[in-house]
């Protein structure tokens, strides 16, 4: 079974960074995709930034593109997301999910970090 362990949250103020990362572990897990999401309270959880393995150009959200940037380390199986120029809004629960194939959802998710970010 894939486990996925989040860590980096944390609480800053505006304007602060924050790198969260995401390892993978568990059997002989071949990633086809990561994708960080986030959940604030009261609201639907939204995506955030996602890449294909092994592939170089990655995918965000309108909301936090040229501030996220999500990368990876291949030996470690391992995700990134160094957050730049937080804003109040960025403030909420962030999980990682992965899946091993080409498909709409994703099959394993992290248990969440939260990040808070205050004025």
């Known amino acids: 079974q894939v486990q996925l362990v989040e860590s980096g949250g944390g609480s800053v103020r505006t304007g602060d960074s924050l790198r969260l990362s995401c390892a993978a572990s568990g059997g002989s897990f071949s990633p086809y995709a990561f994708g960080w999401f986030r959940q604030a309270p009261g609201k639907d959880r939204e995506f955030v930034a996602g890449?294909?393995?092994?592939?170089?150009?990655?995918y965000y959200a309108d909301s936090v593109k040229g501030r996220f940037t999500i990368s990876s380390d291949v030996a470690k199986i391992t995700v990134y997301l160094q957050m730049n120029s937080l804003k109040p809004e960025d403030t909420a629960v962030y999980y990682c999910a992965a899946k091993g194939r080409k498909v709409d959802d994703f099959d394993f998710w992290g248990q969440g970090t939260q990040v808070t970010v205050s004025s």
């Open positions: 890449m294909i393995w092994g592939v170089s150009t990655p």
